[in-house]
């Protein structure tokens, strides 16, 4: 099943004055299947967190349209983003972005709590989440005081509190040390299994590989995809690096 | 060698774009900093200007000054102490960029050095400066609020430059030493910390927040219940340190445990307004709390300087109708029988009698010989001298008194005068040339009216006192409108040269006095009121922008999860709402118990009509709410910019 639509999308960001035009995406399209788990690559600057931004309706594209579910999100109205956000989106970000004044499971409640849920469905949600994630032990203790991988994995469980359709997430290893990524990307596929959509945003090659797919960016436009079907991880490996490496020799010329 | 140079030559350029780069909060910073400087050398000049003191009625002002400036001196430590805290922390982040840069820990003393110099030079130069184009009409007012001679020049006098630089001098240096001291002791971890960990939670919050209620009502026992008396002062005092303290101390436990209570209830915390204003209140209780209280206590000083001020320019009739029932007054030892020169006279009554101070207990009264006893002042005098002095007769027999009193009702069925008791027939509601309050305290006389002269000395020897009764004549005089100044000045030439003369007053010179008096306090209330203000200002303004700087992140990042614009704006009044109220609140609770001990110290120098206290009260505790709200308001939008930039 269809569950999300991208179609021409292109994002021009343009000096105040207007002199200097970047063109940060170019015609992008694709789809992305219900249940799918999507990694986009590329290179630093190629309109990555560019086209993450404008799936989370934070920016919007110059032209094109993302629809979901048959419905274009970008006809949404200013006030309607918020809640739309909060329905169908769930958000990891490179630098966690956990609130130092909520405690753990504050922080993992926010979204609910912003959508004006009832404290009893939402500890019940809670619960099982953080069982899942292994944080079930640090709920009263506060961002500050618990290791990045322990802060990541709240941040996961603050993007699937919701339910979402659709999880985003931005360079989730990025701040993390191999061990904790590992971690973080087996729960990501363990997610995936259990039938969530995620697209990931990542520079690692490991983290690309527990993927579906991989979608490489060059310059705003679609290069390349990998599909992962039934190879194997070693294969997989290689067939990403290698695309990564024709990415850099093409960019030379 | 170069490169050190080099070095040397950077640091004052990075001091004074330090202070330039953060102008929006240096410049309210050396704003009140100028500010206190003009108003400090304006009363140092007015002190110093021995031309004053050459006026006449110009008594008071001198003292006056003195306490405006050590008022001034008091508060304005605290406020600086407090504001420079704020200046240092906001720029702690690029503190340790300059660290990290390779600036050592004795360079960015010596920029800190010379920031400080530089600060402390500009405000002396402000604020002298203005001192000097203003000061003249600064003088003149006060010369024209207290009724003085205007022909006298607004002096520059080289001590008075002297002691304002000194003055803030040390004040400065001390915010120096203190923010050195807190460069020494923080690492460059620290300093570029970007997490910010909660307030840690204040310990033994309830035991604090009783002993802060129990401390703030020792205060207020205090204020109501102190006399006026030698302690006075020390009253005075003691309440305002216990109501500062106890201000404190409840509002950063009562503030702990009402945010407690909210997030322990469930069905109230988790709802999207509260769940992140009440988180965000409690991460920075220490630092909510500190500046609430030091709004409320600002607001509690600057109340209750306006209401004094306000009382007392309403006020400065009523002392002097109060006290003038007359218009001239003559005293002598003995019985006078020379006429007075009637010339331009009206009228004139004579009264003769003794006044003795006494012990009062109820109604005994007993000579003491402790020299420190409290005690009141009796007028005796005979029912033919009372008749004499113009009143109606009484018809008092032995054993009878009659009784008046200037101030409250005595209501005494019968009087103890030493072992002897005496019936009291009436207790007058009038005498000839006397005004009663209800009000009059302190400053109050009981008249005992006996039979005659023998029931006098009856009564002195029983109460232990012999030989030649001390009588005193007192003639009160009303005069014609004309001339009314020659009069006088012809009446006090006449009594001095009478035998046994003991006093001449007269209404001219004592509303002169009074004036003086008056317009010394106003033109200090006025100014002490504005430097209050301008401090209180100061420190909403940097609640403001710390509270902004703190929470701009968490409404980011609220706003990526799902939280609306319009979201953002309702729980950001919310915010603001919660916690509005609070200092207001509490301020104008310390003032309606200061009252009691204004009315009080008001009663001493002769302002007994309480209705001017309290319409004044009223008035300025109205109009205060209103700068208040405004100035939030105001305030307000620097947050609102800070957080949605
Ligand atoms: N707000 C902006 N204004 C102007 N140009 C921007 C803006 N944001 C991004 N760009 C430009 O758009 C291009 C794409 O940026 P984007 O952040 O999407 O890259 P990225 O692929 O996420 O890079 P990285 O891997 O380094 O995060 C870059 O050339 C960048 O300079
Ligand atoms: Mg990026």
């Known amino acids: ?253 | 060698m170069v490169k050190k140079k080099k070095k040397r030559h950077l640091l004052p350029v990075l001091a004074i774009n330090g202070i330039l780069k953060n102008n929006s909060i240096y410049g309210p910073y050396i704003f009140a900093g100028a500010f206190a400087v003009f108003v400090f050398f304006t009363l140092s000049s007015i002190i110093v200007n021995d031309l004053v003191y050459t006026l006449p009625y110009s008594g008071y002002i001198k003292v006056l000054m003195m306490i405006g400036l050590v008022v001034l001196g008091i508060i304005l430590v605290p406020f600086l102490l407090y504001t420079n805290s704020f200046l240092i922390k906001q720029r702690k982040k690029e503190l340790a960029l300059y660290t990290i840069l390779g600036l050592g820990k004795k360079h960015i003393s010596i920029m800190l050095l010379i920031e400080t110099l530089v600060i402390y030079l500009v405000v002396l130069f402000g604020g002298i400066t203005t001192g000097l184009v203003l000061g003249k009409f600064m003088f003149i007012l006060l010369l024209n609020l207290s009724g003085l001679d205007l022909h006298i020049q607004f002096e520059l006098n080289g001590k008075a430059f002297l002691n304002t630089m000194v003055f803030f001098l040390i004040l400065y240096l001390f915010t120096l030493i203190k923010n050195l001291v807190s460069v020494y002791r923080l690492t460059p971890s620290e300093l570029m910390r970007s997490h910010k960990e909660n307030d840690r939670e204040p310990r033994f919050a309830v035991l604090r927040g009783s002993i802060g209620v129990i401390v703030l009502c020792g205060g207020y026992w205090i204020a109501i219940n102190s006399k006026v008396d030698g302690f006075i002062f020390t009253n005075f005092f003691l309440a305002i340190i216990f109501v500062i303290i106890g201000t404190y101390c409840i509002f950063k436990a009562g503030l702990h445990v009402l945010l407690t209570k909210m997030r322990k209830n469930k069905r109230f915390y988790y709802k999207a307004q509260n769940f992140i204003t009440v988180s965000g209140i409690h991460q920075r209780i220490n630092k909510s709390s500190t500046s609430l209280s030091n709004m409320c206590i600002y607001s509690t000083m600057i109340i209750i300087t306006l209401l004094c001020t306000v009382s007392l320019f309403f006020g400065m009739t009523h002392i002097v109708n109060y006290r003038y029932a007359y218009d001239v007054e003559m005293i002598f030892e003995n019985q006078v029988t020379s006429s007075i020169p009637m010339e331009n006279v009206k009228q004139f009554n004579k009264m003769v009698y003794i006044d003795l101070s006494l012990v009062q207990e109820e109604n005994h009264f007993s000579v003491s010989e402790d020299e420190y006893a409290p005690k009141e002042k009796v007028r005796f005098l005979t029912q033919e001298q009372y008749e004499e002095f113009g009143n109606e007769s009484l018809n008092l027999e032995d054993g009878e008194v009659a009784v008046f009193t200037n101030g409250p009702d005595l209501n005494f069925k019968e009087i103890h005068l030493g072992d002897q008791t005496f019936t009291v027939t009436e207790e007058l509601e009038k005498i000839v040339g006397v005004n009663k309050s209800y009000g009059n305290v302190y400053l109050n006389v009981i008249y005992v009216i006996l039979k005659n002269e023998k029931m006098v000395e009856n009564t002195f020897h029983e109460l232990g006192i012999d030989g030649k009764l001390a009588y005193k004549t007192k003639y009160i005089v009303m005069l014609n409108e004309e001339n009314k100044v020659e009069t006088i000045e012809k009446l006090s030439l006449w009594t001095s040269q009478q035998p046994g003369m003991l006093s001449f007053d007269d209404v001219i010179s004592g509303e002169a006095d009074t004036k003086s008096m008056a317009g010394g306090l106003l033109f200090l209330g006025i100014f002490c009121g504005i430097v209050f203000l301008i401090c209180f200002l100061i420190i909403m303004y940097y609640k403001q922008i710390s509270e902004g700087h703190d929470d701009r992140y968490n409404f980011w990042v609220m706003q990526k999860v799902g939280l609306s614009d319009g979201e953002v704006k309702s729980t950001i009044r919310r915010q603001i709402m919660t916690v509005f109220f609070i200092p207001l609140l509490f301020a104008t609770i310390h003032t309606l118990v200061a009252i009691q001990m204004i009315v009080r110290l008001f009663a001493v120098i002769g302002l007994f009509e309480e209705s001017v206290i309290v319409l004044s009260s009223i008035g300025v505790i109205v109009f205060y709410i209103f700068i208040y709200m405004f100035s939030y308001l105001k305030t307000s939008k620097t947050y609102y910019r800070i957080v949605r930039m």
């Not at chain 1, 990541?152 to 061990?179: H, M």
Request: hydrophobic share 40%.
């Open chain 1, 1 to 253: 099943m269809l569950l999300l639509e991208i179609k021409n999308l292109d994002k021009i960001y343009s000096s105040r004055l207007g002199l200097n035009k970047v063109q940060a995406l170019d015609s992008i399209s694709f789809s992305i299947e219900q249940g799918e788990y999507i990694a986009v690559m590329g290179e630093s600057g190629s309109g990555k967190t560019t086209l993450l931004n404008i799936l989370a309706t934070i920016d919007r594209p110059t032209s094109g349209e993302v629809i979901l579910e048959g419905e274009n999100i970008l006809g949404l109205k200013q006030s309607q983003l918020s809640a739309f956000r909060r329905d169908n989106l769930g958000f990891v970000f490179q630098d966690f972005n956990l609130l130092d004044t909520l405690s753990i499971e504050d922080n993992i409640y926010l979204p609910m709590v912003l959508a004006g849920e009832s404290f009893g469905d939402m500890e019940e949600r809670m619960k099982a989440l953080t069982k899942r994630l292994g944080i079930e032990n640090l709920l009263k203790k506060y961002p500050y005081e618990v290791s990045g991988g322990q802060k990541q994995r709240t941040a996961v469980a603050r993007a699937l509190i919701t339910r979402p359709k659709l999880v985003l997430a931005d360079e989730p290893t990025g701040a993390l040390d191999s061990k904790s990524s590992e971690h973080l990307l087996e729960l990501f596929s363990e997610i995936h299994k259990g039938g969530q959509t995620i697209l990931m945003v990542t520079h690692s090659i490991k983290a690309a590989c527990h993927a579906s797919r991989v979608l490489f960016i060059r310059d705003g436009k679609i290069f390349n995809q990998i599909y992962r079907g039934v190879n194997s991880y070693e294969k997989m490996y290689k067939k990403i690096s290698e695309t990564l490496t024709s990415l850099q020799v093409g960019g030379e010329f």
